[in-house]
C-alpha cells in the first residue's frame, strides 16, 4: 500500500511540475508580447509624428507594456537561472551552500511574497476608488496594474516553489544559464 501512495506522490508532483513550469513559460511569452507591443506603440508614436496627428497616451502605454512584460518574465528568469544570483558567495560556501540557498530562497520567498500582496491590494484599491491615469489617456488603473500583480504573484510562487524543493529535495528548480555561468550548481 505505501508504494502506490508513493507513486501516486510522485505522479501528482510530477504534475505539478510540469504545470509550473509550462505557467512560468507561457508567461515568459506573454512577456515577449508585451515587448513586441511596445516596439508597435512605439512605430506607431513615430507614424503619427510624422504624419502630424496625435496619438495621446503612447509613453504611458508604453510603460504599462513595459512593466507587464518585467513582472510576467520574472518567475520564468528565476527558474532558467537569468536573474543576478549571489552565485560567488554560494560558491564560497563549499559544502554549506544547502544553507546559503536556503537562507536566500527564504527571503526571497518573504520578499516576494509581500511585492504579491501590496501588488495586489494596490489592483484592489485601483479598481475600488475607480483610479485613473494623470495621462492624456485616462486609464482605469487596476487593468493595467493586472498584468503586474499577476507577475509578482507567479514570482512569488516560483520563490516558494523553489524553497520547498529545496528542503525537500536538497536541490532547487533552478536551471544553470550556461552563458553567465551562474547557477545551481
Same mark, same amino acid.
Do not use: F, P
Given at each position: 500500500m505505501q508504494v502506490g501512495?508513493?507513486?501516486?506522490?510522485?505522479?501528482?508532483?510530477?504534475?505539478?511540475?510540469?504545470?509550473?513550469d509550462r505557467l512560468y513559460d507561457f508567461c515568459a511569452i506573454l512577456s515577449a508580447g508585451c515587448l513586441i507591443g511596445i516596439l508597435l506603440v512605439i512605430v506607431l508614436q513615430m507614424v503619427a509624428r510624422w504624419s502630424s496627428v496625435t496619438f495621446p497616451g503612447s509613453t504611458e502605454y508604453a510603460g504599462y507594456l513595459m512593466a507587464s512584460a518585467s513582472f510576467l518574465a520574472f518567475a520564468h528568469a528565476l527558474n532558467r537561472g537569468v536573474h543576478i544570483r549571489v552565485g560567488l558567495a554560494l560558491n564560497a560556501l563549499g559544502r554549506h551552500r544547502y544553507w546559503?540557498?536556503?537562507?536566500?530562497l527564504a527571503i526571497g520567498s518573504v520578499a516576494a511574497s509581500y511585492l504579491a500582496w501590496y501588488a495586489v491590494k494596490?489592483?484592489?484599491?485601483?479598481?475600488?476608488?475607480?483610479? /485613473?491615469?494623470? *495621462?492624456? %489617456?485616462?486609464m482605469e488603473l487596476w487593468i493595467v496594474q493586472l498584468p503586474t500583480a499577476f507577475g509578482a504573484i507567479l514570482l512569488a510562487v516560483a520563490f516558494?516553489?523553489?524553497?520547498?524543493?529545496? /528542503?525537500?529535495? *536538497?536541490? %532547487?528548480?533552478?536551471?544553470p544559464d550556461p552563458a553567465t555561468g551562474a547557477g545551481a550548481e
Open positions: 501512495n508513493d507513486m501516486m506522490q510522485t505522479n501528482q508532483s510530477g504534475v505539478l511540475r510540469r504545470g509550473l546559503g540557498e536556503l537562507w536566500c494596490l489592483v484592489y484599491w485601483s479598481k475600488k476608488l475607480h483610479d /485613473v491615469s494623470q *495621462g492624456q %489617456d485616462a516558494i516553489d523553489n524553497l520547498i524543493t529545496l /528542503v525537500l529535495t *536538497g536541490r %532547487d528548480n533552478i536551471i
